[in-house]
């Protein structure tokens, strides 16, 4: 037999299930079986245990394991939480809702020692980003497909000679290529952003890019980075997946600031809640439109912007989502095959160097290089 203590405000098991449901019920059964058979076992181990779940902190922590699941979202750096029940449904820890819960189930849990179990290894971290990639491992990439040259196809270019069809889509792949190659490199990163250009206002050049981060992780895009706002914009760099300069012909007086952002790898930053500065990784990897076609600048370079000259884009719809989320596999598998393979060659070097003349303003024209 098994005795089971019900909560202090329940004067008996009928009044118990007017508060309680009987999955509450069967985890004080479960608590009590256990809690009887570690007084019955005699293993060396016991005393060890028994201190651990008897503990005020290891009984509060055994209940929230029965009933919820926690994650630390590293990249927003926010503590989630889900029911067993729904264990899809993720929501942001409301400490003081979880503390009630565990009130109304017998437990007495200060402020304090929730939150000093929220912060533990009690809750595990994870990476959203990085297990969007992941998750491609587990089934087969059909490598007959081509499914980034379908994606590159939505976009029109200005002059479709097969030659600029063919520099959009080498650069659109090889970007990609990089891009998964920056979350999971640490030495690495995308030095080289893609520049949208079209002096025609409403042809979708933001809506496009926008569309190219993944549906599941569009709170990883940046369409508004803030470039006076220097803390801002080095946090972006860790925590966003695409940043897209929007209308980049307004950072007029901001060119040092690109350039410098573009190659850079590390971030000093403090996270919430932490005393000292961390060093973290960027993950970002950055696109870019603009109306003006001349925009580059002897201050700007080339050898950073791969700018692509466009007339329309394509309604994307449902099967443009479908073949964007097969072309991120493929930019995965690819990566995973060759980490180098999104590499500039030689070759797209010297067409870069050649192309970027065509987006050069000459000095007078260019009121904003000094």
Not at 173 to 194: G, Q, Y
């Amino acid at each position: 037999m098994v005795s089971i203590p019900l909560p202090k405000e329940v004067k008996d098991i009928a009044e118990y299930f007017q508060k309680y449901d009987s999955v509450d019920f069967q985890f004080l059964l479960d608590k009590c079986i256990q809690q009887s058979k570690l007084v019955s076992m005699h293993s060396i181990n016991v005393p060890k245990v028994k201190e651990r779940v008897n503990t005020k902190r290891g009984r509060i922590e055994s209940y929230l394991n029965s009933k919820f699941n926690f994650r630390l979202n590293i990249l927003t750096q926010q503590r989630e939480m889900s029911t067993k029940k729904n264990s899809d449904v993720w929501e942001k820890i409301n400490i003081h809702e979880l503390i009630d819960n565990l009130d109304r189930h017998g437990f007495s849990c200060s402020l304090s020692l929730i939150n000093c179990i929220l912060k533990s290894f009690f809750v595990q971290p994870f990476n959203p980003i990085e297990d969007y990639f992941l998750a491609f491992e587990k089934n087969e990439f059909d490598s007959s497909q081509d499914y980034i040259h379908q994606l590159s196809s939505y976009v029109h270019l200005k002059n479709p000679t097969p030659d600029n069809i063919h520099y959009w889509y080498t650069h659109l792949k090889k970007w990609m290529i990089r891009a998964v190659r920056t979350l999971f490199v640490d030495e690495e990163m995308n030095k080289h952003a893609l520049i949208l250009c079209s002096p025609k206002k409403n042809v979708g050049k933001s809506y496009f890019f926008r569309f190219l981060c993944p549906p599941c992780l569009r709170k990883y895009y940046n369409g508004n980075p803030s470039i006076g706002n220097e803390k801002s914009l080095q946090k972006s760099l860790i925590r966003s997946f695409i940043i897209n300069l929007d209308e980049l012909h307004r950072f007029r007086s901001s060119t040092s600031v690109l350039r410098a952002l573009l190659s850079q790898r590390y971030v000093n930053v403090r996270l919430p809640y932490e005393k000292h500065e961390t060093i973290g990784s960027r993950i970002a990897s950055f696109v870019g439109n603009t109306n003006t076609i001349k925009f580059l600048s002897s201050a700007m370079g080339y050898s950073r912007w791969i700018c692509i000259e466009i007339d329309s884009i394509s309604y994307l719809d449902d099967i443009a989502e479908d073949i964007l989320e097969k072309s991120w596999a493929q930019a995965y598998h690819l990566y995973k095959l060759d980490e180098e393979s999104g590499e500039l060659s030689a070759d797209d070097w010297s067409q870069l160097k050649t192309r970027s003349d065509y987006f050069t303003a000459k000095s007078r024209e260019v009121k904003w290089v000094t």
